[in-house]
């Protein structure tokens, strides 16, 4: 199975600010057919489902506020979150959906300093 | 819109069964793969079965294999999942998920299963 390790475990940020929260996984999830890192991030707020916001490492989900990042390659993922706003305060997830079974990272906890 | 509801969630004894379901509107259910993935109180993310469009193709992680088995019923636009020897830590919130590609794109609101004597 892929392991995929998440960290920090939380982070505590204020308004404006930028946050990084990355993302490991033991195996490498860049398929050589297509080039693409088989990558996804989410994010959950309390009492909610998760959301996607990412996939493919890189890619925004429709609708997904541009200060959403997604970068890396390989094993090694970022998600960059630029000027934080009260409303990305959650939980952030990595999914790799390389290969079965499909394995999620720990998660990140979001709060406000 | 994309909507998914699932129900069937409740209290449950170790060892026995429950089924879940998911009602799927707002997209043409039969092409897309399917999948459940649920959430322990306090806890992360866990990936528990993900179904082929037809329904010919099913995948499990270790933790449920033998033990649980989704299914669709395409002319409903449902999602299933029965759940056989239930266990403590089978206790979890269980969201539908429509994938799109491989990943999990649009969930719904979960079921909440607690496994209790």
């Known amino acids: 199975d892929i392991v995929m390790t998440q960290s920090p475990f939380s982070l505590a940020v204020s308004e404006g600010e930028m946050v990084t929260i990355n993302c490991k996984s033991s195996?490498?999830?860049?398929?050589?057919?297509?080039?693409?890192?088989?990558l996804a991030w989410y994010q959950q707020k309390p009492g909610q489902s998760p959301k996607l916001l990412i996939y493919y490492a890189s890619t925004r989900q429709s609708g997904v506020p541009d200060r959403f990042i997604g970068s890396g390659s390989g094993t090694d993922f970022t998600l960059t979150i630029s000027d934080v706003q009260a409303e990305d305060l959650a939980d952030y997830y990595c999914?790799?959906?390389?290969?079965?079974?499909?394995?999620f990272g720990a998660g990140t906890k979001l709060e406000l300093k | 819109e994309v909507q998914l509801v699932e129900s069937g969630g409740g209290l449950v004894q170790p060892g026995r069964s429950l089924k879940l379901s998911c009602a799927a509107s707002?997209?043409?259910?039969?092409?897309?793969?399917m999948a459940w993935v649920r959430q322990a109180p306090k806890k992360g993310l866990e990936w528990v079965a993900t179904?082929?469009?037809?329904?010919?193709?099913?995948y499990y992680p270790d933790s449920v294999k033998g033990r649980f088995t989704i299914s669709r019923d395409n002319a409903k636009s449902s999602l299933y999942l029965q759940m056989n020897s239930l266990k403590s830590e089978d206790t979890a919130t269980y969201y539908c998920a429509r994938q799109l590609g491989d990943w999990f794109a649009y969930w719904g609101q979960g079921t909440l299963v607690t496994v209790s004597s």
């Open positions: 999914l790799q959906h390389y290969s079965y079974p499909y394995t």
């Open positions: 707002g997209f043409t259910f039969s092409n897309y793969y």
């Open positions: 195996q490498s999830l860049l398929s050589s057919g297509n080039q693409k890192n088989y």
């Open positions: 179904i082929s469009t037809s329904g010919s193709r099913t």
